[in-house]
C-alpha cells in the first residue's frame, strides 16, 4: 500500500513537472506535427499552444513604435479612457431605470470589480509589457484559441466603445451649442439612424434619423491624429484630460451647496415593475452592470506598452493611479447629480446638464455659465476617451497581425510616423459608421459585458503564471503573498462571472452571437495562418536573430532561449 502511494505520488510529481515545463520551456518543434500524430489530434492540439513570453519580450524590441510615453502620460491615457461616456451619459440613465440615488453604490460596486482586475492587470504587465492587453496574456497562459477568443472579445471594449462615446459625443454637441448660442440642430443627422429597445429587445428605425454626423465627424478626426504619432496623440490627450478633471471639479463644488436632500428619497427606490434589474437591491447590481462601462480604459494603458519608456514600471502606476483618481470623482460627481436632479429625469443623453437646469430652476439663479463650461467639458472628455480607445484597438489588431491571426496588411508600421496606421484606419472608419447608426444603451451594454469577460480571462492568467513560471520576474506583485495575493484574481473572477449574470439576457445573446461569428473567422481563417502554425521554428529563430544583444542577455533575466533552425526537420515534420 505505502508502495502505491510513493508510485502515485511520483505520478503526480512527474505529471505536474511536464505541465510546468510546457510553459517554462516551448521548444518550437513542439509546435510542429509528429510523424506519428493524425491530423485531428494535431489540429485539436493546436488550439492549446502557447506564445513563450520570452519570444514576446523578443519580438517587442523590434516593433518598430516610438518608446516615448512616461508614467504620468499613461496616467492620463488611463484617467482619458475611464472618464466619459460613464459619468456623462450612462450614470444618469442607470439611475433612471436601475438604482436610482443608490447609483453611488453601484458605482462602488463596480470600482471594487475593477480594482480586482486593476492588481491582475498590474502584474501582467510588469511580466509582459507588450501590446495586445488580454489578448497577448490569455496567449501566454491558455493558448491560442483562447487569446482569439478574447482578442476578438475586446473589439466590444474598444471599437464598440468608441461607437458608444461617438454618440454619446454627438448628443453633447447638440446641447452644447442649444446652451451657448441657442442653436437647435434638426435630429435627422445628429441621431443614430436606429433606436432599441431594451425590454423587448428590438431594434427598429426611428423615422426622421438619418445619420449622426457629429459622431462620425469627430471619430474620423481622432483616427487622424492617432496616425500622425503617439507622442502627438498623448499630449493631446494630456491637455484635454486637465480640462476635463477642471470641469468636473467645477461641477462639483458649484452644485454641492444647492443639494435638495428630498431627491435621495427613497435612496433605494422600491422594485414595482416584477423584473428584478430595476430599482430595489437587485437593481444596484444591475446598475453595477451598465456603469461598470464607465471604468474601462485603465486596461487600455497595457497597449500601450510597446510605446512607454519603462513598461514593467510605468505600466502598474498608470494603471492603478487613473483608476483610483477616477473613482473618485465618480462618487462625488453622482452624489452632486442625484441631489440636484431627481432620479426620474436622468434618463438623458446629457444627465450632468439635466442636473444644472434643475438647481437653476429650483433656486432661481443664473446657472447658463455652468451649463456652457460643463458640456465644453463634456466634448473634451469624451473625445478623450475617444482617442485611447481607438489606439487601444489599434494595438490589439496590430498585435494580432503580428502573430498571423489577422492579415500582415495591418500590422504595418508608418515609416515616417511610426504608428500602426492601416490598423488605425481600419478601426477608426468601423468605429464612426457604428457611432452614425447605432444608439448608445446597445452598444454599451454589449462593451460592458465584453469588458467582463476579457477580465475574468486576465484573473485566470494571473494564478496559471504564479504556479508555472514562479521564475518569471514581477515589478509589481499583488500584495499578500504567495497564497493569500490569490485571493485577488480569485474574488475577480467571481465578480466578473456575477456581473455578466445580471446582464440582460438579450445583451449575453448577442454576446454569444459575436462570440461565433469570431469562431467562424478563427477556423476558416486564423488558424491556418498563424506564425506558430505556419513556421513555428523559422518564427522563433527569427525573433532570437533580430532581437538586439541587450535583450537576449539581459542582466534581469528577460533571455531568449536559443534554438537552432533545422529547415530539414520542420520539412520533414510538419505534413498538415
Not at 450614470?91 to 447609483?103: F, L, R, T
Not at 510605468?314 to 493611479?321: N, S
Amino acid at each position: 500500500m505505502e508502495g502505491s502511494s510513493k508510485e502515485q505520488a511520483s505520478e503526480n510529481k512527474t505529471s505536474l513537472g511536464n505541465f510546468t515545463a510546457r510553459y517554462a520551456k516551448a521548444d518550437p518543434r513542439s509546435y510542429l506535427q509528429r510523424d506519428d500524430e493524425s491530423n485531428s489530434h494535431y489540429w485539436f492540439r493546436r488550439l492549446g499552444h502557447l506564445k513563450p513570453v520570452e519570444l514576446m519580450w523578443s519580438e517587442s524590441e523590434t516593433s518598430g513604435l516610438n518608446r516615448v510615453l512616461t508614467s504620468w502620460q499613461l496616467v492620463f491615457i488611463g484617467i482619458g479612457a475611464i472618464i466619459g461616456t460613464g459619468i456623462f451619459v450612462l450614470s444618469g440613465q442607470a439611475a433612471a431605470k436601475n438604482a436610482g440615488p443608490a447609483i453611488t453604490i453601484s458605482f462602488i460596486v463596480a470600482a471594487i470589480a475593477a480594482g480586482f482586475a486593476a492588481m491582475s492587470y498590474s502584474e501582467m504587465a510588469s511580466m509582459i509589457p507588450v501590446a495586445g492587453s488580454a489578448y497577448t496574456y490569455a496567449y501566454a497562459t491558455m493558448g491560442e484559441f483562447v487569446a482569439w477568443i478574447i482578442g476578438w472579445d475586446l473589439i466590444l471594449e474598444y471599437m464598440v466603445g468608441a461607437a458608444t462615446v461617438g454618440v454619446g459625443w454627438s448628443g453633447y454637441f447638440v446641447k452644447f451649442f442649444a446652451v451657448a448660442a441657442k442653436v437647435q440642430f434638426g435630429e435627422s443627422w445628429t441621431k443614430p439612424t436606429v433606436e432599441w429597445d431594451e425590454k423587448t429587445a428590438t431594434i427598429s428605425y426611428e423615422p426622421g434619423h438619418y445619420f449622426n454626423v457629429p459622431g462620425f465627424v469627430i471619430i474620423m478626426l481622432v483616427t487622424a491624429v492617432l496616425c500622425i504619432g503617439i507622442r502627438q496623440s498623448a499630449w493631446m490627450n494630456a491637455g484635454i484630460v486637465i480640462i476635463k478633471l477642471f470641469v468636473i471639479l467645477l461641477f462639483i463644488f458649484a452644485l454641492c451647496a444647492f443639494v435638495d436632500r428630498g431627491n435621495y428619497v427613497p435612496y433605494v427606490p422600491p422594485n414595482t415593475t416584477g423584473n428584478w434589474h430595476f430599482f430595489g437591491a437587485p437593481g444596484i447590481f444591475a446598475a453595477a452592470t451598465t456603469v461598470f462601462f464607465s471604468y474601462i480604459g485603465f486596461d487600455a494603458v497595457t497597449t500601450a506598452a510597446l510605446e512607454a519608456k519603462n513598461p514593467r514600471r510605468d505600466l502598474p502606476i498608470g494603471i492603478i493611479g487613473s483608476l483610483v483618481i477616477s473613482t473618485v470623482m465618480y462618487i462625488a460627481t453622482c452624489t452632486v447629480m442625484t441631489g440636484a436632479a431627481n432620479y426620474e429625469l436622468l434618463n438623458v443623453p446629457t444627465p450632468v446638464t439635466v442636473a444644472v437646469d434643475e438647481v437653476q430652476r429650483r433656486t432661481g439663479r443664473d446657472f447658463r455659465w455652468l451649463n456652457i463650461i460643463v458640456t465644453l467639458g463634456a466634448l473634451c472628455g469624451l473625445t478623450s476617451v475617444l482617442l485611447i480607445n481607438l489606439l487601444a484597438q489599434s494595438r490589439v489588431f496590430y498585435a494580432m497581425a503580428k502573430d498571423g491571426l489577422l492579415p500582415s496588411f495591418i500590422g504595418k508600421v508608418h515609416p515616417r510616423f511610426k504608428t500602426p496606421y492601416v490598423a488605425t484606419i481600419i478601426v477608426g472608419t468601423i468605429t464612426a459608421l457604428l457611432a452614425a447608426v447605432l444608439p448608445v444603451d446597445l452598444l454599451g451594454n454589449m462593451t460592458s459585458v465584453g469588458t467582463l469577460l476579457a477580465f475574468f480571462v486576465v484573473h485566470a492568467g494571473v494564478i496559471v503564471l504564479r504556479f508555472t513560471r514562479p521564475d518569471v520576474e514581477r515589478r509589481f506583485k499583488i500584495p499578500g503573498g504567495k497564497y493569500v495575493s490569490l485571493l485577488f484574481p480569485i474574488c475577480g473572477m467571481i465578480i466578473s462571472v456575477l456581473l455578466i449574470a445580471v446582464a440582460e439576457p438579450s445583451t449575453i445573446w448577442r454576446l454569444f452571437i459575436w462570440m461565433g461569428v469570431g469562431w467562424i473567422i478563427y477556423f476558416g481563417y486564423s488558424i491556418r495562418r498563424s506564425k506558430l502554425h505556419r513556421d513555428p521554428v523559422g518564427h522563433f529563430s527569427h525573433a532570437q536573430t533580430e532581437a538586439p544583444e541587450t535583450v537576449k542577455h539581459d542582466s534581469e533575466g528577460l533571455q531568449v532561449q536559443e534554438y537552432e533552425y533545422v529547415p530539414e526537420h520542420h520539412n520533414n515534420s510538419h505534413r498538415a
